[in-house]
């Protein structure tokens, strides 16, 4: 339970600490919650029956205020509470949102919401803390962002309407079970035709979000209009509540409605992964790129997450990891790039590895990270996601192993075109002490992992095991 009061009253606070001092507060508060996690994670024990519970309490309607966490709950928390420190350092010298204590409440607000998604053992009280996370991010993108109102109602609107059909799902789920609590929601004994409407209302709100084509039409805008450190919260943390929703809660609670799904969730992934990664290499702005690059990945992992074996969901459970780490890095070079040459267009940024030498390492160290060559996280993460594909269907794992040949393109493309070249520009400033910190933390994250992923399959390893034993149990009717 601290996990949440940690970050909720970290929020509260950051309103009334005075400007001057609220990003070095932002960054010892979240400090203190990557410590929490990290206590919670050193006193873990994965092999546990059951989840590791905060509080657990009977409300009306059915609901139950139940909270804890098993290991892939754990991961997330842990992701999401050493990823936002990162994320506020990364931050630290913008002086819109670093100096501004309602942006450090709304981002703490938004950890609050984060951890409630992951470690919510109810159905309402997951959709609750869902929609909750809207909110923070929403203020940020409408207050700090330079996005139209146009771009912001089409996020709301694109997000609220998934959010309606989880809802309506998991109403329609209840009347086959006692509670909404998870254990008896996964459970309920449905007819193949009703799983399927159920498992499609869940999916809905998690093809929104990952964002899944055709759903994927809000992200670029509002990617490329929000503040640096609100794309890093989206692409990093915000889009992972869907992955995770599709293993711990839609596929168990539906497994009913697979057969009928399963195929169309497929190819929709596929499709956007080809499409997005196509549309990457004619991309010139480089934001707009790593957006769409954004995409490309994530429906690898959705496609993985699809085929629901446990190599398969280990797989999509490192790539997570290591997308959310290679996000921030990938954003921040965007940012660095855009803030110094007031413009996203790569035709103008030629030759500013010249100018920036140290850019130019730490951008090339990231961008082979994103590449996934071997000894990084993406390596591991990749190859067995494709590896797991290619077993379901060849041809499947075909189209989807093409994702290496485009992201090696577009990526190295990228990196052409900005650093390469007769400078265009007379002066770069270098990179300042945090941002060297940023990347530093991230290369030594993802070659870790890449080295160690037992880190991951070890800690998530057991809660899979309980979920698809969930999930191939014999309860259709």
Not at 141 to 155: Q, R
Not at 190 to 215: Q, Y
Request: glycine share 6%.
């Amino acid at each position: 339970m601290e996990l949440l009061i940690v970050t909720l009253a970290l929020g509260l606070i950051s309103f009334i600490i005075p400007r001057n001092n609220i990003k070095l507060f932002g960054l010892m508060g979240s400090l203190v919650s990557a410590g929490v996690a990290i206590f919670h994670l050193l006193n873990f024990d994965s092999t546990a029956p059951l989840t590791t519970l905060y509080e657990n309490h009977t409300l009306p309607f059915g609901m139950t205020f139940h909270i804890g966490y098993d290991g892939l709950g754990l991961l997330m928390i842990m992701l999401t509470n050493l990823i936002i420190p990162i994320i506020l350092l990364s931050n630290y010298n913008n002086s819109k949102t670093s100096e501004s204590s309602l942006f450090h409440a709304l981002v703490f607000l938004m950890q609050f919401g984060l951890l409630g998604v992951f470690s919510a053992e109810d159905g309402i009280l997951f959709y609750i803390f869902w929609e909750f996370t809207l909110i923070p991010i929403f203020l940020i993108l409408y207050w700090f962002g330079n996005g139209t109102n146009k771009i912001l109602l089409k996020f709301f609107i694109y997000t609220l309407i998934g959010s309606l059909g989880m809802l309506l799902s998991f109403i329609a789920l209840r009347t086959h079970a006692t509670s909404f609590d998870y254990v008896d929601l996964v459970a309920a004994k449905l007819p193949a035709k009703k799983a399927c409407w159920i498992m499609s209302g869940i999916m809905l709100a998690f093809a929104i979000k990952i964002p899944v084509f055709p759903f994927h039409t809000w992200q670029p805008d509002t990617y490329t209009s929000a503040p640096m450190s609100a794309t890093m919260l989206l692409s990093a943390l915000m889009l992972k509540m869907a992955l995770f929703g599709m293993i711990k809660w839609m596929l168990p609670l539906a497994p009913e409605g697979i057969a009928d799904l399963k195929w169309l969730v497929l190819i929709l992934s596929v499709v956007g992964l080809l499409y997005a990664a196509v549309m990457c290499i004619r991309m010139n702005d480089i934001k707009r790129l790593f957006a769409y690059a954004s995409i490309s990945h994530l429906g690898l992992i959705a496609a993985g997450i699809m085929i629901f074996t446990k190599d398969a969901l280990v797989g999509a459970s490192v790539q997570i990891v290591n997308h959310s780490i290679i996000a921030v890095g990938l954003f921040l070079i965007a940012e660095i790039l855009e803030s110094r040459l007031n413009t996203r267009n790569m035709s103008e940024m030629q030759g500013t590895a010249t100018l920036a030498p140290k850019f130019g390492f730490w951008f090339a160290v990231i961008a082979f990270a994103s590449v996934s060559i071997p000894f990084t996280a993406g390596f591991i993460g990749e190859f067995t996601l494709l590896k797991e594909l290619t077993d379901f269907n060849p041809w499947i794992g075909i189209l989807s192993s093409t994702t290496l040949v485009f992201g090696a393109v577009y990526t190295l493309r990228a990196y052409q075109l900005s650093m390469f070249g007769a400078p265009k520009n007379e002066i770069f400033e270098d990179l300042r002490w945090n941002e060297i910190a940023v990347f530093f933390i991230l290369s030594i994250a993802v070659v870790v992992f890449g080295l160690f992923p037992h880190l991951i399959s070890d800690l998530v390893g057991p809660s899979l095991d309980r979920i698809l034993a969930i999930f191939n149990a014999p309860t259709s009717l």
